[in-house]
């Protein structure tokens, strides 16, 4: 499938991007899931963030992060975490979608996902206190392994079932996944 019928394919499965927020004792947050056109191919962009001790540490994830004052919609707070993880001007991004907010289960966040069309050459400029690797998956890879395995994988001692992609030495599991899982499930409906 090329970008420009994924495209397509995901505006009239998903409609429209204006997330609304939910009621929630969670803290909100929001990614980007962005998607690149590679060598006439859609590739999907990840990012492991660095080993700093904080509550994702080390994980593989879609750019974005929490809510702050500043933000009046969880598409800016998307739009703001996605430019200052990547180096990656919000100009170059055309959102076309939004998904339904997913919980984390280890920690108090839900998190608001955006699927994100990049214009044009991607030459992200990751910031390094916060993302080890940017690294970008083929669309037709992750279309093709869907559904995906649910295993056991333990992250600080603790055991998750989750969904578990395996992509370049990268693991792709938990929220990120479970995010995966759902654009996968919708964009896959009759």
């Known amino acids: 499938m090329n970008l420009k019928t994924l495209t397509q394919r995901i505006r009239r499965k998903m409609g429209s991007f204006a997330a609304e927020e939910v009621e929630t004792d969670r803290i909100p947050s929001a990614v980007i899931i962005p998607i690149v056109e590679i060598d006439g191919e859609p590739y999907l962009m990840f990012m492991r963030k660095t080993e700093d001790g904080s509550p994702h540490s080390g994980q593989v994830s879609f ?7 500043r933000d009046k919609t969880m598409l800016e707070t998307a739009l703001r975490e996605f430019e200052e993880e990547t180096g990656i001007s919000r100009e170059n ?11 984390t289960r280890s920690t108090p966040f839900i998190i608001y996902p955006f699927i994100g069309i990049l214009k044009g050459t991607v030459n992200p400029k990751p910031d390094k206190k916060e993302v080890a690797r940017i690294f970008f998956v083929p669309f037709e890879f992750l279309f093709k392994s869907h559904p995906f395995c649910y295993r056991n994988y333990t992250y600080r001692g603790l055991v998750f079932r989750t969904p578990l992609i395996e992509y370049d030495g990268e693991t792709i599991w938990g929220a990120t996944a479970r995010i ?3 654009f996968f499930d919708k964009l896959k409906e009759p």
């Open 63 to 69: 750019p974005g992060g929490c809510k702050e004052k």
């Open 93 to 103: 991004l055309e959102i076309i979608a939004s998904l339904e907010p997913v919980p």
């Open 180 to 182: 995966l899982e759902l």
